[in-house]
């Protein structure tokens, strides 16, 4: 069965430095979506691309966070500098339609 | 108010009991209506995905919608210790996908 894909699946940093997430979506999914995950909380949409093109990226913090799908495969969500309060689940999903698939997630530490 | 809620719990039940999971929601343009399920430290795995009012049943598992209270609900049948997770409603509108997530429920089902 076909799934997303992310690395790392763990990551500790220290604040100010950099960190960058990697997902690859199931083969042929045109949609891709970056979701955050705060402890006991949903998931909060990030950045959501069509093929390589954002369609929405309302909710990303755009002074540290950047995300690019530059051929419209996989996606990389890039985090500079990382703050305490970036220490969170950063999870993948793509879907065709209406349904979004889930990757494992990131889970992200920042000391 | 939140366009999502979903009573957090923790929500304790023994094995074989009938387990019943809800969310409300006030956007009345969410038109698909998903349950995810997430296990800890894990990503979440799609459950049950309908869009129109009524019941859709998968094997221990009913969805139920009703758009005209803007209700919904996740019935689980014969729990079993490995229903053991949180459980997400999430929901979208017809024009984008985007889905808004409820906090989760956190379901223990004790052997």
């Known amino acids: 069965e076909a799934e997303v894909a992310q690395s790392p699946r763990y990551k500790i940093t220290e604040k100010s430095q950099a960190v960058a997430f990697w997902c690859d979506p199931i083969s042929g999914h045109a949609t891709l979506y970056w979701y955050r995950q705060i402890l006991g909380q949903g998931p909060e949409l990030l950045v959501q691309?069509?093929?390589?093109?954002?369609?929405?990226d309302s909710q990303l913090p755009k002074d540290r966070f950047s995300a690019e799908r530059l051929k419209g495969v996989d996606s990389t969500l890039k985090i500079q500098p990382a703050e305490l309060g970036d220490s969170a689940m950063y999870l993948c999903?793509?879907?065709?339609?209406?349904?979004?698939?889930f990757g494992p997630g990131t889970r992200l530490l920042v000391l | 108010q939140k366009e999502v809620e979903q009573d957090p719990g923790p929500l304790s039940v023994p094995e074989g009991a009938i387990v019943s999971l809800n969310c409300t929601y006030s956007?009345?343009?969410?038109?698909?209506f998903m349950w995810y399920r997430q296990y800890s430290r894990k990503g979440p795995e799609l459950l049950m995905y309908?869009?129109?009012?009524g019941n859709k049943e998968d094997g221990r598992f009913t969805a139920q919608v009703d758009k005209s209270s803007k209700y919904i609900s996740l019935f689980i049948r014969d729990s079993q210790p490995s229903d053991s997770a949180t459980y997400l409603c999430?929901?979208?509108?017809?024009?984008?996908?985007?889905?808004?997530f409820g906090k989760g429920t956190l379901l223990t089902v004790n052997p």
């Open positions: 309908t869009y129109s009012s």
């Open positions: 691309f069509q093929d390589e093109s954002v369609v929405d």
């Open positions: 956007n009345s343009a969410f038109q698909y």
């Open positions: 999430a929901m979208s509108e017809r024009s984008n996908y985007k889905l808004t």
């Open positions: 999903a793509s879907s065709l339609m209406e349904t979004q698939y």
